[in-house]
Structure formats: structure tokens, C-alpha cells
């Protein structure tokens, strides 16, 4: 069943801080509270003293950005009702139904408030009825990959086949990423759902990596010629 809040959704939420490189935050796809705006677009701030406001779009092939009601189980390692972090209220976001399955694709882009492209650290990504599988590339497999692009839109990373390990419970695995200047995030594969994602970092909110700007020949050669007046002073001595 689709979740009424969650079809072509935008959808306000406050991030939570979590304790990740002085600056993280989980973005909770798994949360009933979210409010439904339109658009397949996220609000999300990150609170605190200086917060900073962005947007989280979603765009997926076929153009049904799904989430039904919660059905798992309660697992101490993620949902909230035993100690862990995500809400565990709906069963994260798929396409048509509750998974994002073969043949459909989901990409998750950051803009700043003004439309424009921003990227930032990704710790992680949590998948949600991942569950443990040893063959990638059949029907049915549980199994997910990701591709990683800049705000130019140029890819720079593509994952390998990702399976969960036969210890995974209840579905729950999370991908650790670990890459800064992340801009918008590919997920291909079969049999699973977005439940969150873990980002921050003291880049996030940056709009490009940083540029290395040329030493100016004219500075080389003024250093240069301040080396020369030291050994001439040296030889004079």
C-alpha cells in the first residue's frame, strides 16, 4: 500500500545530528512524519546555530516514488522502538511499489534553496530489505549498485555488485561510502529500498571540490630573484 504522503512527494523534515566528523547528518527516509509538498523533493535543515537549508530530489524511473507502511521487524541496530536511529515507520522510498527492483532506477540529487547544485561528504547509504544474497545479476537478487557524480554532473565513482552478508538483519545494510563532494547519487539493483542517508562533514553545502590556483609566474620569479641577492650576499661576506 502507498504510503499518502509519499507520492510525488516534497517533503519538509528537520535532519537529525548525529555524532559523524564533527558534522553529520541522517536523513531518514523511513520516517512517517514526513509531510508531502509534491515534486519528489526534500527539504531538510540541519539545525543547530548556523543551519543550513537544502533540497534532496528524487528522480526515478518510472515516475512513481513509493513508500508503504512499515513491515519488518523491530531491529536493536536501526529503528527506534529498540535503540536505534530510524524511525522504522514506512518501508524507506522504492519506485511503484515498496522497492526499487530490475529495470527501475532511483537518483537522489542536493540543490541549495536557490535551485542550484551543491555537494557534499556521503558517509553512508542505508538500504532497507536488502537481504542476504550470494549472485548478483539475476532476477530477484537483492543486490544494489551506486554511481557517484560532481555538480557538473560527470561521474567519478561506480560501485561494484553490492550483496548483504548472510549476518545482515532484517534487511537493514548499510553501503559505507565515505566520499566528499558528492553531488547526486545513482541506485541500480533489485529488491530493495532507500531507508536513509548519512551525510555532512565539514564540506557539505560546497558548491565545487576545491581549484588549485597556478603559482603567478611573476611571484616564482620574485622569490627566485630573492635567492639570488642571498648568495650574493653569502659570497660577499
Do not use: W
Request: charged fraction near 20%; hydrophobic fraction near 40%; proline fraction near 4%.
Amino acid at each position: 500500500m502507498k504510503h499518502p504522503l509519499l507520492n510525488k512527494s516534497l517533503i519538509g523534515l528537520s535532519a537529525l545530528l548525529c555524532g559523524f566528523n564533527a558534522q553529520a547528518f541522517l536523513l531518514d527516509f523511513t520516517d512517517s512524519t514526513l509531510v508531502d509538498q509534491g515534486n519528489n523533493t526534500f527539504h531538510f535543515t540541519t539545525g543547530g546555530i548556523d543551519p543550513f537549508d537544502f533540497k534532496v530530489v528524487f528522480d526515478v524511473t518510472p515516475d512513481d516514488l513509493t513508500a508503504t507502511t512499515y513491515d519488518g521487524g523491530v531491529n536493536a541496530d536501526y529503528c527506534a522502538d529498540d535503540g536505534g536511529a530510524l524511525a522504522c515507520d514506512i518501508d524507506g522510498f522504492g519506485i511503484v511499489d515498496d522497492e526499487v527492483s530490475n529495470n527501475e532506477s532511483m537518483t537522489i540529487s542536493f540543490f541549495n534553496m536557490q535551485d542550484e547544485a551543491i555537494s557534499g561528504y556521503l558517509e553512508s547509504i542505508v538500504l532497507v530489505d536488502l537481504f542476504p544474497q550470494d549472485t548478483c545479476g539475476v532476477v530477484q537478487d537483492d543486490s544494489a549498485t551506486y554511481s557517484l557524480s560532481d555538480i557538473n554532473g560527470t561521474s567519478f565513482f561506480t560501485s561494484d555488485c553490492i550483496t548483504a552478508p548472510s549476518k545482515v538483519n532484517g534487511g537493514f545494510y548499510t553501503i559505507d561510502v565515505g566520499m566528499d563532494y558528492v553531488s547526486s547519487i545513482e541506485l541500480l539493483g533489485d529488491d530493495f529500498a532507500l531507508g536513509a542517508l548519512y551525510v555532512g562533514g565539514d564540506s557539505f553545502g560546497t558548491f565545487s571540490p576545491p581549484v588549485l590556483v597556478p603559482e603567478p609566474a611573476s611571484l616564482a620569479l620574485f622569490g627566485l630573484g630573492l635567492f639570488g641577492l642571498g648568495v650574493v650576499r653569502r659570497r660577499n661576506k
